[in-house]
């Protein structure tokens, strides 16, 4: 699973994307066939916490996913729009896929649903745009709106 939002590493796909908007030029991308399972890290919290206020839980496998796969191309096609980056910048194909890349399948959720009566709400677009904002009080960034 995925898991970006405030916190992540300046290297990662979403802050190298939010990077993007203060330069000019192309940005090198993968073709964006991987798959993964985008979850927003408050998502993330919300569930351990639920997690760990639930009794009988106690060693039981838990997918702490939203069970739903999407394209790092859809994801970086997302963020685009929202960061008002132009399409025409991302120049997918130009970084080869690494070899060692996983191929994920989708997972289910049950388990964690059925434990906690709950199941991450956080939408890839509203976690974009909550990093963002976090950022821009963070740092006073010059993002653009």
Partial sequence: ????GPGENQGRLLPSL????????????????QRRDFIYVEDVA????????????????VNLATGKLLSVKRFVETAA???KINAARLDFGTIPVRQ???KHDPVTIKRLQDITKWQPA????????????????????????
């Fill in 81 to 83: 729009s929202l960061l």
């Fill in 46 to 61: 919300q569930g351990l916490l639920r997690l760990g206020l639930t009794d009988g839980n106690k060693y039981k496998i």
């Fill in 122 to 145: 956080i939408t890839i677009k509203e976690g974009i745009m909550q990093t963002v904002k976090f950022l821009e009080r963070l740092n006073r960034s010059t993002v653009k709106k």
């Fill in 18 to 33: 939010i990077e993007c908007t203060k330069t000019s030029g192309k940005i090198p991308l993968t073709n964006g066939s």
């Fill in 1 to 4: 699973f995925t898991v970006y």
């Fill in 100 to 102: 060692e890349e996983m």
